[in-house]
């Protein structure tokens, strides 16, 4: 069974760090790139950061650039996702999510991704 779990969510205040960890099973994690999303209460999907198969190419959405950073360690099958400097409007469910052979961009909509995790929930809060 392919499937991605996430974990590392929790509550933290603004300024603070968290790693958030997307662990894959019954794939080989090095053939497929992982999207990171959120969707917070009343609010759409979006698109956090994504990083490729092969070339490990990464994006970041507008919001987060400068302050998350996407991972992964191929031999642990894992990805990660360091959050830094986390303020309010962070605060969200976040899922990862999987897609064989897949080149990453600015934009990759969820559409394109077949393996989704449970999700994670991120509460940034003083």
């Known amino acids: 069974q392919l499937q991605v779990v996430e974990s590392g969510g929790g509550l933290v205040q603004p300024g603070g760090s968290l790693r958030l960890s997307c662990a894959a099973s019954g794939f080989r994690l090095a053939y497929y790139a992982i999207g990171w999303f959120r969707q917070a209460p009343g609010k759409e999907r979006e698109g956090v950061s994504c990083?490729?198969?092969?070339?490990?190419?990464?994006y970041y959405a507008d919001s987060v650039k400068g302050r998350f950073t996407i991972s992964r360690d191929n031999a642990k099958n894992t990805t990660y996702l360091q959050m830094n400097s986390l303020k309010p409007e962070d605060t969200a469910v976040y899922y990862c999510?999987?897609?064989?052979?897949?080149?990453?961009?600015?934009?990759?909509?969820?559409?394109?991704?077949?393996?989704w995790g449970q999700g994670t929930q991120v509460t940034v809060s003083s």
């Open positions: 999510a999987a897609v064989m052979f897949y080149s990453c961009s600015q934009d990759n909509p969820a559409a394109d991704f077949s393996i």
């Open positions: 990083i490729s198969s092969g070339d490990n190419s990464k």
